[in-house]
């Protein structure tokens, strides 16, 4: 049975994509634009050339770890929208070890990274809390804390970090930064980083959290049914809370490593990036298991980047990609509604019988 | 196990026609142009902001026409996207790279590092007095063009009250501010200055919700330098009484957003500094490796005509912008300048 299930969400995420790649064709044949010579753009652009593979995977790391982070919340039953916020944190927190502490090479990323991580994982720790002991909706508390998040990172951007007369704060050191010469050099001086590796090892560890070890089980657990979990004696209160942890910390790495190993800086930001919020459509077509969400990032990745080169090549608007995205997820959700339904009559079904 | 064989497959085969189509494209890709080529990059405002990336745009295309230039823009939806943006354009060896807006003070010299050889502009920064060799910075006196706006508005109030929204406050919205209250303090020095920032370059709720509040409160005349904030200014100066209350646009002539209530703009002549710089570039006239500070002497600054504003208020203005240029005025470029002045 849960062969078949999984089977399924691979079909259904290759239906999807199929079905939203026509949808975005016909889009562009609407509006005048040769769908072909656009999709050839998007591939080639995103994938034949070393620098834009390179810089494909560096669009790809951040959505693995915020895919993975609104993942593992659902798995607990909670849609963790506070990735966003998450990763500003991080972002902060990184760039304070960056530039305020003076610590040798290979150690100050890695004191770098974790702070980072953790302070998403405060981030995710506050609606976690609420949620669990004063039993507030997480969604409302993750969507203020991104604001929160947003605008304080701005203050201390401008009033404290920032250069005289600029807005954006001085660059992190190199003994603090994840990019590695080896890497640049394979993706002819891309700005590929080692987040990757972060991203993939997050992704096995997820693995091996939630269906190797007993806390996994429990988190599982309370995601299916709270009520059974606890009368099962699970402490469903302390799985919420936690599953929110890993996930800030997941998003956490995500900010780490777009701040180290991409950017290097944080300017005033008016609004959000949009890579946590990606980070929900990431995991939703990933089906919430980590080789998935690599597979779906991947593509996310791929669409994202290669549609700066569509309006490059093929004078393609790159907004008719979002179309294709958006329908990605459309088809995705209807279906994964569909196989709940589905699934919930044949259990009525074999109850009755 | 099966299952994965197959995955392996289906990889590998995807592999080999990746390589295949690789080769295959190099070959077309390649048209060998031999004229001047301009790339512009914008930042995460896009082509048609009605702002500071359009004018650009237009600057550029300027040159296209008259100078037979092949232009080319990236539009960017993301901070991290400078740099992929910026370096396509550098593999194809364009003449001259334009990067519009302060934004792209941190990727300009990482990229303008790793291609010597191709020249970049930078509008809005001028990269912390540290500029490439392969890199033209240019910067607006955009506190002298504030400063006239400001003598327009203490001339034009009635009530003595005049308010200021800003986008962001960054020191480059606060150079704005300060010469804008430092024209008033000239022009009228009963007149009170108003000051709010939106911290935002695109919430034009936000920006109405500014504007109805100091309209309220007796203002009548409010100068914007907020981006896209600004159209919140034009919507709600519009549903007031005609010839009382009064709007100052920037950047471009926006009078066009509401024809009977715009007094002047704040015009930055973005595209003449463009079409000029790309031409001197061109002609081989300039050398790369500066920071050029254009300001009315360039004829890159001024207010837009108006028929709104009186003869007086215009011969007033033309005095002050005469000063300003003989260098009798000072006008202060941050807040500890204003303080001081006069």
């Given amino acids: ?353 | 196990m099966k299952k994965r064989s197959w995955l392996a497959l289906m990889l590998s085969s995807v592999l080999v026609l990746a390589a295949g189509c690789s080769t295959s494209q190099q070959g077309g890709g390649n048209d060998k142009n031999a004229g001047f080529k301009l790339g512009l990059v914008t930042d995460t405002g896009g082509l048609n902001d009605q702002s500071f990336n359009q004018i650009s745009w237009e600057g550029a295309k300027r040159a296209e026409k008259e100078l037979k230039v092949d232009i080319k823009a990236l539009e960017s939806k993301r901070d991290e996207d400078y740099v992929p943006n910026l370096t396509k354009f550098a593999r194809e060896k364009r003449d001259i790279i334009w990067a519009t807006g302060f934004k792209f003070e941190k990727p300009i010299p990482e990229v303008a590092d790793q291609f010597p050889k191709v020249h970049f502009g930078i509008v809005d920064s001028n990269l912390g007095g540290k500029v490439p060799k392969n890199v033209i910075a240019v910067t607006f006196k955009e506190h002298e063009g504030s400063f006239l706006a400001g003598v327009a508005a203490a001339l034009t109030t009635k009530s003595n009250k005049i308010g200021y929204i800003g986008g962001i406050s960054s020191p480059l919205i606060k150079k704005f501010e300060s010469g804008f209250r430092a024209g008033v303090q000239a022009a009228n020095p009963k007149a009170q200055v108003q000051v709010a920032y939106a911290e935002s370059f695109t919430d034009v709720t936000k920006g109405r919700s500014l504007a109805k509040n100091m309209y309220n409160g007796g203002v009548d005349v409010i100068f914007h330098a907020s981006g896209g904030v600004g159209k919140g200014l034009f919507d709600e100066v519009k549903t007031r009484e005609k010839g009382k209350f009064w709007a100052i646009g920037v950047d471009m002539d926006q009078s066009a957003l509401a024809p009977d209530h715009t007094l002047t703009s704040m015009v930055k002549r973005v595209d003449t500094a463009i079409f000029n710089i790309t031409k001197d570039l061109k002609d081989k006239k300039l050398e790369a490796g500066k920071h050029l500070d254009l300001g009315f002497k360039e004829d890159a600054l001024g207010l837009a005509d108006s028929k709104h504003m009186s003869d007086d208020v215009k011969k007033k203005v033309e005095e002050f912008k005469q000063k300003i240029i003989k260098g009798e005025i000072k006008v202060p470029k941050d807040e500890n300048e204003l303080k001081s002045f006069k």
């Avoid at chain 1, 974790?114 to 004063?134: C, E, H, M, N, S």
């Avoid at chain 1, 944080?266 to 980590?290: C, E, H, K, R, Y």
């Fill in chain 1, 1 to 353: 049975m849960s062969q078949l299930n999984k089977q399924s969400t691979i079909v259904t995420a290759l239906i999807s994509i199929f079905l939203a790649m026509i949808i975005g064709s016909i889009a562009m044949q609407v509006a005048g634009y040769n769908p072909f010579a656009a999709y050839q753009a998007l591939f080639v652009g995103s994938l034949f050339q070393a620098f834009d593979l390179g810089e494909t995977i560096r669009t790809t790391t951040p959505l693995i770890l915020t895919g993975l982070a609104v993942a593992i919340a659902f798995r607990t039953g909670l849609f963790n929208i506070g990735v966003e916020g998450q990763m500003i944190v991080a972002q902060l927190a990184s760039l304070l070890v960056g530039i305020k502490l003076n610590l040798p090479p290979v150690l100050h990323m890695i004191v770098a990274v974790l702070v980072g991580g953790i302070a998403g994982a405060i981030w995710g720790f506050i609606p976690g809390f609420l949620k669990a002991v004063r039993g507030v909706n997480e969604v409302i508390i993750c969507i203020m804390m991104n604001f929160i998040a947003l605008y304080l990172s701005n203050v201390l951007v401008r009033n404290w970090l920032s250069e005289q007369g600029t807005d954006s704060t001085p660059k992190i050191p190199e003994s603090a930064s994840l990019r590695v010469d080896f890497l640049s050099e394979m993706f002819d001086s891309s700005r590929v980083h080692l987040g990757i590796i972060i991203a993939l090892i997050m992704a096995f560890v997820m693995y091996i959290l939630l269906w190797k070890t007993k806390r996994g089980y429990e988190l599982r657990a309370v995601g299916y049914n709270p009520s059974a979990a606890e009368y099962a004696g699970i402490n469903v209160k302390r799985n919420i809370i936690l599953s929110m942890v890993i996930s800030g910390f997941f998003a956490g790495l995500a900010g780490a490593g777009e701040l180290l190993g991409t950017q290097g800086y944080m300017a005033i930001q008016s609004a959000f990036t949009g890579i946590g919020f990606d980070g929900i459509a990431v995991a939703l077509l990933g089906a919430n298991t980590p080789i998935g969400v690599i597979l779906a990032a991947l593509l996310f990745g791929v669409l994202t980047y290669g549609s700066q080169n569509m309006e490059h090549v093929a004078q393609v608007p790159p907004e008719l990609i979002r179309v294709v995205v958006a329908a990605i997820i459309f088809f995705v959700a209807a279906n994964i509604s569909g196989i709940l339904l589905g699934a919930v009559k044949k259990k009525r079904r074999a109850k009755e019988s």
